[in-house]
């Protein structure tokens, strides 16, 4: 083929993986075969897909700009959000039947059956060999289904400012996949991409499902074959237009401001969604939530106190500048539990205080008001502290600890090791005892 300044040749070629590239060659007609200014067009059989998608995913991200998939449309345009997702299917059923998409290399749902799925109650039976892999089976992936439906219903009762109820959650996951499993359903959740459309349609009740569930059984009785021209990436831009409407940029730049860890879970989740699935990205993020909370609970915040002057209130001295350090008195807050995972860096701590106070050292107290529970190692670590101190020639004494805490020291034989004496309510009180040698009649054993 050729025109008044160009010629267009037409060729070929075979990939590496055996895929057929067409090529175009655009070339002025006085240049010679090895010029180089050529423009070279390869039109892939997949690349007619791609352009599709490209093409439905723009649509559906201008619709979204404009706000007419937005939840703050105007009521008398709610069908404009609603009818959004279905004209995107429609049209990509006609445009792929009318140019035979399939032998072009666009995919297509394939062939679907009229009917609902019929009852499979008859074929269940017990059989001993296969319960270890039915229970292994069932116990996986009842929890990754159960922790996706629960994290996706939170997510979006969030931007509703509702709330919802973890066990009426788990009881109704429960019903819908025992009743569901005796009509040849496989396992189902709370799935994104359904619950990403049904947001952007503006739905407000439940009642929604029971009209989408209905809609459902009329098209795969009457309907399901005209769907099975609906390309793939139709579908991938529904639930792509749904998901954009999703992230709030907004957040996640105040979420990089205030905490870079919590960014990185945000981020991570997104991408683990976005690029690999939604049990990958789910796992991910909540794999960097619990090492987060590990790196909490192993390293407690603890803090030294001072007098504020003038008051009997005490402080952190790094967070008030102006609180006045006690001559002779460690004043000490724990901020977290005390247990085995942390007890070792508590002793390291409380013993790195003493070292780095001056001499004259008299009295440590500890605040344990911030301190919901204790278990053994934990008491054993405070009892294994008090002894050092008490090789020194310094007094521990406890501060408000909370009934929970208090009621384990008294079972352990805690308090009677250090002694009723060394238990104050309040911090002013234990520096009063003290300053006036109240605690001196008790003797410590060593």
């Not at 449309?73 to 792929?96: D, R, T």
């Not at 670590?381 to 384990?408: A, D, H, Q, W, Y």
């Amino acid at each position: 083929m050729s025109s008044s300044n160009f010629t267009v040749e037409s060729c070929n070629i075979d990939s590496e993986e055996g895929v057929k590239l067409h090529t175009r060659i655009f070339k002025p007609k006085d240049a010679d075969d090895d010029d180089k200014n050529l423009v070279i067009v390869l039109v892939h059989p997949f690349s007619l897909m791609g352009g599709c998608q490209a093409l439905l995913k723009g649509i559906a991200s201008e619709l979204a700009s404009k706000g007419l998939w937005s939840k703050k449309i105007k009521p008398k345009l709610f069908w404009v959000s609603a009818m959004g997702p279905m004209v995107v299917v429609l049209v990509g059923c006609l445009v792929a039947y009318l140019v035979k998409g399939t032998e072009h290399g666009i995919k297509t749902v394939g062939p679907l059956k009229k009917g609902l799925n019929p009852p499979s109650i008859q074929y269940l039976t017990f059989d001993a060999k296969y319960l270890p892999l039915v229970l292994k089976a069932g116990i996986v992936t009842g929890l990754i289904a159960l922790a996706e439906g629960i994290a996706i219903g939170r997510s979006f009762a969030v931007m509703k400012n509702e709330q919802t109820d973890g066990n009426k959650e788990m009881i109704a996951f429960g019903l819908m996949n025992i009743i569901g499993s005796f009509t040849s359903c496989y396992l189902t959740t709370g799935p994104f991409s359904k619950t990403a459309v049904n947001y952007n349609a503006g739905t407000k009740t439940p009642m929604s499902n029971i009209v989408m569930g209905f809609c459902m059984m009329l098209v795969l009785l009457f309907l399901a074959p005209v769907f099975s021209y609906t390309p793939l990436v139709a579908l991938a831009a529904i639930i792509m237009s749904a998901m954009l409407g999703l992230i709030d940029y907004e957040e996640m730049y105040h979420l990089f401001k205030v905490d870079k860890f919590d960014f990185l879970v945000c981020m991570s989740a997104f991408f683990g969604v976005s690029f690999i699935s939604m049990d990958y990205g789910l796992i991910i993020s909540v794999g960097f939530s619990v090492l987060r909370a590990l790196l909490y609970v192993a390293r407690p915040s603890t803090c030294k106190l001072g007098r504020i002057p003038n008051s009997v209130m005490f402080r952190d001295i790094e967070q008030y500048p102006g609180a006045e350090e006690m001559l002779g008195y460690v004043i000490l807050q724990m901020g977290s539990p005390i247990f085995f995972a942390n007890s070792t860096y508590v002793r390291e701590r409380i013993l790195r205080w003493i070292r780095d106070e001056p001499e004259g050292v008299e009295f440590l107290l500890l605040d344990l008001s911030g301190v919901s529970s204790v278990d053994m190692t934990g008491m054993e670590t405070l009892l294994e502290v008090r002894r050092i101190l008490v090789s020194k020639g310094i007094k521990m004494v406890i501060i408000n600890p909370r009934f929970e805490v208090l009621e384990k020291m008294m079972l352990s034989h805690f308090v009677e090791k250090i002694g009723k004496e060394y238990v104050f309510l309040s911090i002013d009180d234990a520096v009063q005892a003290c300053r006036f040698n109240l605690c001196t009649t008790a003797k410590p054993e060593p």
